[in-house]
């Protein structure tokens, strides 16, 4: 609703369009990431983000939080943060 009031619709769905187009696709990250996923979110992220990224050394998946996961849900997100940062050290 934000950006249909406040007529910045087109230019936020631009980089959706640009990266659905660009040739050739720019090629996987390989720095270390992690992801989360929480319940009531996405669900096929998974598949572009293996796609898109070469060294997922975190996956989570959470049954509630979606798409708001840091103010609905803080102390799942913080613990995972901490988790994937105790990995990379």
Aim: aromatic share 12%.
């Amino acid at each position: 609703m934000l950006c249909w009031l406040t007529g910045t619709a087109a230019s936020a769905a631009r980089l959706y369009y640009e990266n659905a187009h660009a040739t050739p696709r720019p090629e996987p990250t390989t720095i270390p990431i992690g992801l989360a996923a929480f319940g009531g979110d996405f669900s096929g992220i998974r598949r572009c983000a293996e796609r898109d990224h070469k060294n997922i050394i975190r996956w989570s998946t959470f049954d509630r939080g979606g798409h708001f996961a840091a103010h609905k849900v803080p102390e799942l997100l913080v613990d995972d943060i901490q988790a994937f940062f105790r990995k990379v050290r």
